[in-house]
């Protein structure tokens, strides 16, 4: 898995989404490139953002246990997803979006993160999955990304 807190690794993900185009098509899906641009900045959000726990309620804790116990190995595990996965809900981007500014603001997520670094992050709560490893968190952003890096071919 890539080590998102690594310069070098991000520097890559950075020089992929600039190969990106807005007119890139994916190799599978229905996302426009910047529909998927703005989908990969909402794992960033949760931490990013200091507005996210206002506008995005917690799950209920019986969603949460759930989420936990059968999501959280599968999104944090070393497997990479399936094409066509499911989508959470609060994952969704449907509505157009300008493809410029959501990759400034992902590529300005992923620094983000980098600077932070791995000790930022170790035993930082999650939104649904709660406390979480600076693997976890790392195997998070780095599987997301880079699915969404190979579903647009770049």
């Known amino acids: ?20 185009r807005a007119d890139t098509a994916p190799v599978w899906g229905k996302m426009t490139a910047a529909q998927m641009l703005a989908h990969c900045s909402k794992p960033y ?7 996210y726990a206002r506008t995005h309620k917690r799950p209920p804790a019986i969603m949460r246990f759930l ?14 997803y399936a094409r066509n996965s499911r989508t959470a809900p609060e994952f969704i981007v449907a509505d157009a979006r300008d493809f410029t500014v959501e990759r400034t603001r992902l590529i300005g997520y992923i620094n983000q993160v980098q600077g932070w670094g791995r000790s930022h992050f170790d035993g930082k709560d999650n939104h649904s999955f709660g406390v979480m490893t600076a693997d976890e968190w790392n195997n998070l952003f780095a599987k997301h990304l880079e699915h969404h890096l190979v579903q647009f071919g770049v």
């Open 45 to 51: 959000e949760m931490v990013c953002d200091p507005d």
């Open 67 to 80: 989420l936990k116990t059968f999501l959280k190995p599968i999104v944090v595990g070393p497997k990479p």
């Open 1 to 20: 898995m890539t080590n998102i807190f690594d310069r070098a690794a991000c520097d890559d993900h950075i020089a992929r989404l600039n190969r990106l």
